[in-house]
């Protein structure tokens, strides 16, 4: 099993672009999340979602986009790229009857310039 | 809402002593669980030990160990014999055992150092 994929693993955007990180998990589970890692503030919650169709906002969700029409795939757009979306960027997901694991992607690191 | 405290940004151990890394949270909740997390240089996130608030018994995985206090609301974690390997960020994490609740949340992390 690959686990959970994201792609790309690192990227360079000017003010103003827009960019689709791209999720993929093969485990079949429900829950997949996307967070926001900046250096000695953790790992922040932008957008989770708890199956096929259905999304929600977590704790830093200005300035993105999710979606989630299969229970693969969970892409997180960056519209109108700023500096302050600077940041690595890391997928997870886990399944139903959450035993606390969440198994992470790579992680995707994102400059704005 | 739950908040996860690291008061640590950094420790350092010399290898084959034992660390400890401090961890409290804040929540209104008897029922939860809690997590450490171990993310090494190569970023991917690793989940460490896991111990639910409802079990007094303390969580163990060979040299991790937590010592939980529920009323204080403190997890530690200890790592015995540490090996040049444990060197990582490691994450504190709550959880809600409420049901269509599946997130976590995260303290900012301690920078564990192994020292030969």
């Known amino acids: 099993n690959a686990g959970v994929t994201q792609t790309p693993k690192f990227r360079i955007l000017k003010i103003g672009q827009s960019m689709t990180l791209q999720c993929t998990q093969d485990m079949n589970h429900n829950y997949m999340y996307w967070y926001r890692q900046d250096p000695g503030m953790g790992l922040k919650l932008i957008y989770y979602s708890v199956g096929a169709g259905i999304t929600d906002k977590g704790e830093v969700p200005n300035g993105y986009n999710v979606s989630r029409s299969t229970t693969e795939d969970f892409p997180l757009r960056l519209e109108l790229a700023a500096p302050s979306q600077t940041s690595v960027y890391f997928c997870?997901?886990?399944?139903?009857?959450?035993?606390?694991?969440?198994?992470f992607g790579e992680g995707s690191r994102l400059t704005v310039l | 809402a739950q908040t996860v405290t690291q008061s640590q940004p950094e420790m350092s151990v010399q290898e084959a002593e034992t660390v400890t890394l401090s961890c409290t949270y804040d929540t209104s909740e008897s029922d939860y669980y809690l997590f450490w997390y171990k993310q090494p240089p190569s970023r991917q996130m690793i989940l460490v030990i896991r111990q639910e608030a409802y079990k007094q018994q303390n969580a163990t995985e060979n040299r991790f160990s937590v010592n939980f206090q529920k009323a204080a609301k403190s997890f530690s974690l200890k790592i015995s014999d540490s090996q040049l390997g444990d060197a990582a960020m490691y994450f504190c994490?709550?959880?809600?055992?409420?049901?269509?609740?599946?997130?976590?949340?995260f303290g900012k992390g301690t920078k564990l150092t192994v020292n030969p």
């Open positions: 994490a709550y959880r809600s055992a409420r049901g269509g609740s599946e997130k976590l949340v």
């Open positions: 997870a997901s886990t399944g139903q009857g959450f035993t606390g694991e969440l198994f």
